[in-house]
């Protein structure tokens, strides 16, 4: 399964809230520039957190995402924020990783979707808990489009061998 697969209700809308009511007083701003055609072009620019001490969330999430991926070796859980204007050029997630699982804990934000250029494919939430699910590889290039309006919350889990 190489080709990105959206799942509903990966968790809960409560607990959405939970993982986002834990790690919003613990965000720090996330500006990464990458050297290209010009200089210091910024490609992330996002607000983020990890968690690493488990709580019952973020527990589940590495147990899902390690049961896609046929692996059980995950690494902790981030939580990224972007506001309006904030966005996370295109990227991969390093072929170290074997699987990604992101998962929306919000909808109702302007913008703000994953894009894979390769499968010319776009995901946004319908509703909280739901997410997407890759195995990575050279082509699994992939970016969190521009937010316009509102706020957009995800929880990212990557697996490794």
Known sequence: M????YIHDII???QCGILIKAAAPRLKEMKIAKQGNQPHT????????RFHQDIPETILLK????K??????????KIT?????QFFGPHLDGLNRKGTLVVFLNAGYAGGQLYF?????????????GGVFWLNT????HEGKQVYGGEKWIATIWTHQ
Not at 2 to 5: A, E, L
């Open 2 to 5: 190489s080709v990105p697969i």
């Open 12 to 14: 809960s809308p409560r």
């Open 42 to 49: 910024v490609i992330q620019h996002t607000q983020e957190f």
């Open 63 to 66: 147990s899902i995402a390690c």
């Open 68 to 77: 896609l991926s046929d692996t059980d070796k995950a690494e902790t859980v």
């Open 81 to 85: 924020k972007y506001e309006e204007d």
């Open 117 to 129: 250029p390769h499968y010319e494919t776009t995901y946004s939430p319908d509703m909280p808990g």
């Open 138 to 141: 050279p082509i699994s290039i």
